[in-house]
C-alpha cells in the first residue's frame, strides 16, 4: 500500500512549481526539494484510484511501476529472488508513473524523491532526486532516476511528490511507494570504487552464486563446493541487517573501503551482534557443525530471523559467507586459501616450535606463531584511495585473523601488491597477511637453541577458483617474489628492517655429516593403516656415529594443534661411514580412530641425535588424512523443471566402529534449501543408500551439495551437477466423444457385461474422485516438515531407502468393466491399442506426516471406476448404483504423460504434493493398453513420495 499526502500551498511561494510540467532537475543544487510539511496521509492501494476524500486535493498518484524485470536485466541484479527492485550506483533506472487524471503540462509539476538512513541529505549522498522524462501520455509518464556513484548503499526509499495549480493556490500530494529500493555498488561503473572492468570477472566474482573452498595441505589440496547463494530470497536484507548493527553512519556505507573493513568485524564477532561464533574446539552439541554448512544461505537466514550469531564457525566457513555478502551488495569478491599459514610470526617475521629432544615431545604450549596447514581469508576489487597511488585492485581482508592467545581481531583491506612488495606500515594490517605468508618456521630445543630452519614454509601456495571454470588457480605470484630473488631480498628488508638482521637464525647449529628424511604416502585414506619411513644417513667416509632416533607421530587440528599421539618409537644403533639406516613405522586404524578431527592430518616427526658431534636434527612433514566421499547419482542429469525427480546418496562407513549420529545436509540454489536428514548409526565398513525427491524451481545448471558428519567423522562431501530444463509440451488430445446410452431398468447390483450399451448412458457431469488426503509414511525416506530445516531420524538398524507405499485390493464388490468395454471406448481414442488389460480398483495407505494417524480411504460400495489409458489421454468412467434408483454414470477427462496422469492440461502430476508436505494420491481401476510389441501392459500405480 502506498502513502498519499495532501497539503495546499500558495503560488506567491513557490510560482517556479507552476509554469510548467516539471520533470527535470530543480532548484537548490540541482535537486528538487519539497519545503511544505505533509499533511495526514490517506493510504489507499497501489494502481487504484485515490480515495473520494483526497479527489479534491489536485494531481494525486495511484500507482508506481518500478519496472523491475528491465531495470533488473540493465542493472545486472535480475536475478535477485526478491520482490523489490534492486539496482546500482552510476546508472539510471526507469519508473513508470500512473496519476489519477491525465497530466497537465502547464499546471502540474511531479517529482521523485529516494532517501535513505535516519537523517537522509544531499550533503552525505543519502538523498537524491535527479531524473527526466522519457515519455508521457494522458495519465502515465515514464522518467529516469540516475544515482551517482558516491550514493550510500542500503535500503532507499521511494516517494513522488505531484503540485496541481488551481487558481492562487498549489495542491500539493506525496506518494510514497509501498516497496523499497535497493542500490548496491557498480563494479560495471568506471567511476564506482568497485570498478573491474573485465565482464569475465564480474561474472564470476558478482554474478556466480557457486564457489570453491580449498583445504588441505600443501602436498594434498581437497576442495569442496559452496552455495554463496547472493541472490536468494532473503539473503540482501540479512546482508545490510549486519551492516545496519555495525552502527556505521549512514554517509560511510558509500566508502567500499570503509564498507569491506566493517564487515571483516562483524562476520565473527558476537559481542558486536555479528553473523557467526568461531569454534576450533570440537564440540557443536548446540549448533552446527562448521563442516555441516554447505552454504551461506542458510546462515544469513538464521542471523536474520533469530537476530543473533549463528552456530558455529571457522575460517573457511567465515571466508565463505563473508563473500556471499560481499557479492551481494556489489563488491567483488573471492575466497583465497594459503597453505601453511603463520599466525602471529611478529616483527621478525618467524614462527618457532620447542621440541624436548630427549624424548622427541613437542612443547606445543610453548610454541610462538603456530603455523596452520591451511587458512581462508578474502579478497575484495576496489579503488583503495587510504593507500599510495598504483594499490588499488585486490584488497586482501580476514574475517578470522588469529593471534596469540586466541584473540580475534580484524584485518584488512589491504593492498595485495602493498604485500608482495612488503610495504608493511600501509594501512590496514599489511604486516599481518606479510607475516602469514613469508615467515620462517625454526625448530628450538628447550633452552632455545636452534636445531633447524626452514625457509619459505609459510605461504608454499596460495590459491582461489578460476574465472569461469571449477579449476583452482594458483595466485602465489601475486603475493610473493619467488624465493631467493632480489625482489624478495628488497621485500624481506622494506617489511622487517632492523629485525632482519636479529633473528634468533642466526645462531642456527651448522655442520655435522648426519642426514635425516622421512617419507610418507602420497594419499593416506582414513581408516586405512599408514606407513612411514625414516631414513638415516651418515655421509661420513670414515668414521662410525652412533645415533638415537626418536619418531612420533601425531594427529593433529589444521590449525597446528596437535589432538594426540598415536606412534612413539625410540631406537638406537650405530651407522657405519657412508650407509643408510631405514626404519619404518606402521600406524594402524586402531592407532589413530580415536583422535580424528575435521580435516585431520598426521604430523610425523623424527628427532636424530648423534652422540659423537653431538648434532640434532629434526625432520617433521604433515601429510593430510583423505576423508570418504559420498556417491551421488541421478536416472539422467537433465531434469525437468518443477517435476520431482529421485537423488541417490550412498555412503560406506570406513571405520572400525559405528557412526553414530549422523546428520546428512542437503542443498542446491534453485532445487532444494537446506535439509538436515539425521541418521542414527552406520555400522562399521556397512554401506548405506539414502534416496532423496527433489523439485526444480529454477532452469540452468544446478549442483546438488550434500555433507555427512558425525562425532566421529567430519567434512565427508559430495556434489552433483545436473541441468534443469524445461519439460515437452503435453500433446493435445482430441478424442472423440464418447457416447453412453442409458440403462431402462433398474438395478439392485451393477453386472459387467461384455455389451458396452448395456450399461452405461449419455455424460452429465463429472466424477467424485478418491484421493488420499495424507502423505504416505516410509520409515527410511524423509519427508518434510513446516519447519524452516528439516531433521528425520532413519531407522538404526534397517538401511534408508525408500519404501512403496502399502497397495490392498478393493473389496469384491467393486468391478470393474471388461476388456471387450474397456476396447470400444477406446476405439474413441486416437492412438490406442488393440486390446487392453484390466486391474481393479486400489487403496493407498498414507500416513500424516504432522500427527502419524492413518487414514485410507472409503470406497462407495456398488461402485466401479474404471480408467482408460492411451499414448495420448485418458478417460475416467464411474458408475455407481443404489437399490432403488438407476445408477448415474459420470466422466472426467484427463491427459496422460509421462510424469503421470494430470487432470487436465495445465494440473500437477500425481502424487500430487503440497508445500507442507501431504501428497494426494489419485487411485481408479486402470485399464492399460497393451504395448504393440508385447500385445500386454500391466497398470500403474503411481506411488512416488515426496521427502
Not at 60 to 74: A, I, Q, R, W
Not at 433 to 460: M, N, P, Q, W
Not at 647 to 665: A, D, E, S, V, Y
Not at 904 to 928: L, M, N, W
Request: proline share 6%; glycine share 6%.
Amino acid at each position: 500500500m502506498g502513502k498519499t499526502y495532501s497539503t495546499l500551498i500558495k503560488t506567491s511561494r513557490h510560482s517556479h512549481y507552476t509554469d510548467r510540467l516539471w520533470l527535470g532537475t530543480a532548484t537548490d543544487s540541482g535537486r528538487a526539494i519539497v519545503r511544505a510539511k505533509p499533511a495526514k496521509s490517506n493510504k489507499h492501494a497501489v494502481g487504484q484510484p485515490k480515495p473520494a476524500a483526497a479527489a479534491d486535493s489536485g494531481l494525486s498518484v495511484v500507482g508506481v511501476d518500478v519496472n523491475k524485470l528491465e531495470n533488473g536485466t540493465n542493472h545486472h541484479t535480475g536475478q535477485f529472488d526478491i520482490p523489490e527492485l534492486v539496482v546500482r550506483r552510476e546508472a539510471a533506472f526507469t519508473v513508470k508513473i500512473t496519476a489519477s487524471r491525465d497530466i497537465d503540462d502547464i499546471n502540474d509539476t511531479i517529482e521523485i524523491f529516494l532517501q535513505t538512513g535516519t537523517a537522509p541529505s544531499y550533503q552525505n549522498n543519502s538523498k537524491l532526486s535527479e531524473f527526466k522524462t522519457v515519455s508521457k501520455e494522458g495519465a502515465e509518464v515514464v522518467v529516469s532516476v540516475s544515482i551517482p556513484h558516491s550514493a550510500v548503499i542500503g535500503e532507499w526509499a521511494l516517494r513522488v511528490v505531484t503540485r496541481c495549480k488551481d487558481g492562487d493556490n498549489v495542491h500539493e500530494n506525496t506518494y510514497d511507494h509501498p516497496q523499497h529500493v535497493y542500490v548496491l555498488f557498480n563494479p560495471w561503473c568506471k567511476d564506482d570504487d568497485t570498478y573491474m572492468g573485465n565482464e569475465e570477472q564480474c561474472d564470476e566474482y558478482v554474478l556466480n552464486d557457486m564457489g570453491t573452498i580449498y583445504y588441505g595441505t600443501p602436498g594434498n589440496i581437497g576442495s569442496r563446493d559452496w552455495n554463496y547463494g547472493q541472490f536468494e530470497e532473503g539473503v540482501l536484507p540479512a546482508c545490510l541487517k549486519l551492516l545496519s548493527r555495525s552502527k556505521l553512519a549512514t554517509e560511510y556505507m558509500s566508502d567500499a573501503v570503509v564498507v569491506t573493513r566493517i564487515l571483516s568485524r562483524m562476520v565473527n564477532t558476537p559481542d558486536m551482534n555479528g553473523l557467526m561464533v568461531a569454534n576450533w574446539g570440537g564440540c557443536y552439541d548446540n549448533g552446527t557443525p562448521p563442516s555441516g554448512w554447505n552454504g551461506s544461505v542458510k546462515v544469513l537466514e538464521d542471523y536474520y530471523n533469530k537476530g543473533c550469531p549463528v552456530l558455529y564457525g571457522q575460517c573457511w566457513v567465515m571466508a565463505a559467507v563473508a563473500s556471499t555478502v560481499l557479492r551481494c551488495l556489489g563488491i567483488p569478491c573471492r575466497c583465497v586459501t594459503n597453505f601453511n599459514s603463520a599466525h602471529d610470526s611478529g616483527r621478525a617475521g618467524v614462527s618457532t616450535l620447542h621440541w624436548d629432544t630427549t624424548d622427541g615431545t613437542s612443547l606445543d604450549d610453548r610454541a610462538t606463531g603456530l603455523v596452520w596447514n591451511f587458512h581462508v581469508w578474502n579478497e575484495a576489487w576496489m579503488s583503495n584511495t587510504t593507500l599510495p597511488p598504483g594499490n588499488g585492485g585486490w584488497q586482501a581482508f580476514d574475517v578470522t585473523p588469529q593471534k596469540a592467545g586466541g584473540e580475534v581481531i580484524r584485518a584488512g583491506p589491504t593492498s595485495v601488491q602493498a604485500i608482495k612488495n612488503g610495504h608493511t606500515s600501509l594501512n590496514h594490517d599489511t604486516g599481518c597477511f606479510y607475516g602469514e605468508i613469508h615467515a620462517d618456521v625454526l625448530h628450538c630445543t628447550k633452552d632455545g637453541s636452534v636445531v633447524s630452519r626452514e625457509d619459505g614454509v609459510a605461504g608454499s601456495v596460495i590459491c582461489t577458483k578460476a574465472v569461469g571454470q571449477d579449476d583452482m588457480e594458483d595466485i602465489t605470484h601475486e603475493y610473493k617474489h619467488p624465493q631467493g630473488t632480489e625482489d624478495s631480498k628488497l621485500a624481506a628488508m622494506t617489511a622487517h628492517g632492523s629485525a632482519l638482521l636479529s633473528r634468533p637464525d642466526a645462531q642456527a647449529a651448522t655442520g655435522g655429516d648426519v642426514e635425516v628424511d622421512v617419507l610418507h604416502p602420497d594419499k593416506a585414506f582414513i581408516g586405512s593403516a599408514i606407513n612411514c619411513e625414516v631414513s638415516v644417513e651418515n655421509k661420513s667416509t670414515a668414521e662410525e656415529r652412533t645415533v638415537k632416533v626418536i619418531i612420533s607421530g601425531r594427529m593433529m587440528h589444521y590449525t597446528g594443534i596437535s589432538a594426540g599421539i598415536v606412534s612413539h618409537l625410540i631406537k638406537e644403533f650405530t651407522l657405519k661411514p657412508e650407509s643408510i639406516e631405514r626404519l619404518s613405522v606402521e600406524i594402524k586404524e586402531s592407532d589413530y580412530i580415536d583422535h580424528l578431527v575435521e580435516f585431520p592430518s598426521l604430523k610425523f616427526t623424527a628427532v636424530v641425535n648423534v652422540t659423537e658431534t653431538g648434532q640434532t636434527l629434526i625432520k617433521s612433514p604433515t601429510f593430510r588424512l583423505l576423508e570418504p566421499e559420498l556417491s551421488l547419482s541421478v536416472d539422467n542429469t537433465q531434469v525437468k523443471h518443477n517435476h520431482m525427480f529421485s537423488l541417490q546418496i550412498k555412503l560406506r562407513n570406513p571405520l572400525g566402529k559405528p557412526l553414530k549420529k549422523g546428520r546428512f545436509t542437503i542443498d542446491s540454489l534453485g532445487i532444494q534449501k537446506t535439509r538436515v536428514i539425521s541418521h542414527k548409526t552406520i555400522p562399521a565398513g556397512e554401506e548405506i543408500s539414502l534416496n532423496v525427491y527433489l523439485v526444480p524451481k529454477k532452469l540452468g545448471e544446478r549442483k546438488v551439495l550434500v555433507n555427512f558428519t558425525c562425532p566421529q567423522l567430519h567434512n565427508v562431501c559430495g556434489s552433483l551437477k545436473v541441468t534443469v530444463v524445461e519439460p515437452p509440451p503435453p500433446p493435445t488430445p482430441t478424442p472423440e466423444p464418447v457416447e453412453i446410452a442409458k440403462e431402462s431398468t433398474e438395478l439392485h447390483e451393477l453386472k459387467v457385461k461384455d455389451e458396452l450399451d448395456d450399461h452405461i448412458v449419455p455424460l452429465e457431469s463429472e466424477p467424485e474422485l478418491i484421493t488420499e488426503s495424507e502423505p504416505p509414511h516410509h520409515d527410511d525416506v524423509a519427508t518434510p516438515t513446516t519447519h524452516d530445516e528439516e531433521t528425520i531420524e532413519t531407522n538404526t538398524d534397517d538401511v534408508p531407502t525408500e519404501k512403496a507405499p502399502v497397495v490392498e485390493e478393493t473389496p469384491s464388490n467393486i468391478e470393474v468393466f471388461s476388456d471387450k468395454m474397456a476396447e470400444s471406448i477406446l476405439k474413441d481414442f486416437p492412438g490406442h491399442s488393440e486390446s487392453s488389460e484390466t486391474r481393479k480398483e486400489v487403496r493407498v495407505h498414507t500416513q500424516s506426516s504432522v500427527d502419524g494417524d492413518e487414514h485410507s480411504t472409503t470406497k462407495i460400495t456398488k461402485q466401479s471406476t474404471t480408467t482408460i489409458v492411451t499414448q495420448q489421454s485418458k478417460k475416467t468412467v464411474t458408475v455407481s448404483s443404489s437399490s432403488d434408483d438407476p445408477p448415474p454414470v459420470t466422466t472426467q477427462e484427463f491427459l496422460h504423460t509421462e510424469e503421470g496422469v494430470t487432470n487436465g492440461p495445465d494440473a500437477s502430476p500425481v502424487p500430487i504434493i503440497t508445500e507442507d508436505g501431504q501428497v494426494f494420491v489419485e487411485t481408479t481401476d486402470v485399464v492399460h493398453p497393451s504395448e504393440p510389441e508385447e500385445n500386454s501392459a500391466e497398470a500403474q500405480i503411481n506411488s512416488d513420495t515426496h521427502l
